[in-house]
């Protein structure tokens, strides 16, 4: 899944709209390009869109090219699934596309799995990086139930888990949790990848037994995994531009 990240610009637009006051609009902006070929891919949501947020400004729908198309949102014990439809008024169905819905919310660190079924084709995300304040901080929370949670970065980067994206594991309050990347083959998703945090390893990371090291797991640019939360701690997910 090819996936490219442009940085546009930062600290935009200072402008004066009287004599005696100013007032200052700072944003990084950009965009993420990503590929949807036929069938399975994993997505992720990481910038506030120009439009908002909706289902609809996620996946835009020019001429009903994607109708027919399903996105799954994880919901703790399964997949909640809706159907790309333009016949609706909302634009979106219910997993059988027979009653239109509203269209959902997938604010930034929003990962789902799109199954689509129509044009092979590139979406491009355009919007603002969500930084809490620059140069650039944004704060996620990953829940403390003791479920799988299909998360991703809410800042526009890719690589190591824990070196880039900054998913760490301090002082070892990580141990014996896990990572699962989901992996696909030909539009069709053949398993996950599983990881064990574990810092008494160099890497951080041991196999699915937790009996030998293993790389960092790397997760692209509009990339997700699945987190195995084995201690129900909420954790609290600090990334840095």
């Known amino acids: 899944m090819k996936k490219t990240l442009l940085i546009a610009a930062a600290a935009l637009a200072a402008s004066v709209i009287s004599s005696q006051a100013q007032v200052y609009s700072q944003n990084i902006v950009g965009y993420i390009n990503s590929a949807v070929p036929a069938n399975y891919t994993l997505q992720a949501v990481q910038l506030n869109l120009s439009g908002g947020n909706s289902l609809t400004n996620v996946i835009q729908n020019p001429g009903g090219i994607y109708d027919g198309s399903g996105v799954f949102l994880w919901n703790g014990t399964g997949y909640t699934q809706y159907t790309i439809d333009s016949g609706f008024p909302s634009g979106v169905g219910d997993a059988a596309d027979a009653a239109g819905v509203p269209a959902p919310t997938l604010a930034p660190g929003t990962a789902f799995l799109f199954n689509n079924q129509g044009v092979s084709n590139n979406i491009t995300y355009v919007g603002t990086v969500p930084v809490d304040s620059l140069p650039g901080t944004t704060t996620n ?61 160099a890497s951080g990371f041991g196999d699915a037994a937790d009996a030998a090291q293993v790389p960092e797991p790397q997760i692209p640019v509009g990339g997700g995994f699945f987190y195995g939360n084995q201690d129900g701690i909420t954790r609290t997910w600090i990334q840095s531009l």
Do not use: H
């Open 141 to 201: 929370t990953v829940p403390g139930n003791k479920v799988l949670t299909l998360v991703a970065s809410v800042l526009p980067v890719g690589g190591g888990i824990s070196t880039s994206l900054g998913f760490t594991n301090a002082a070892g309050s990580l141990d014996g949790n896990y990572v699962f990347v989901p992996k696909f083959a030909g539009g069709v998703q053949t398993g996950f990848n599983q990881y064990t945090f574990d810092s008494g390893f």
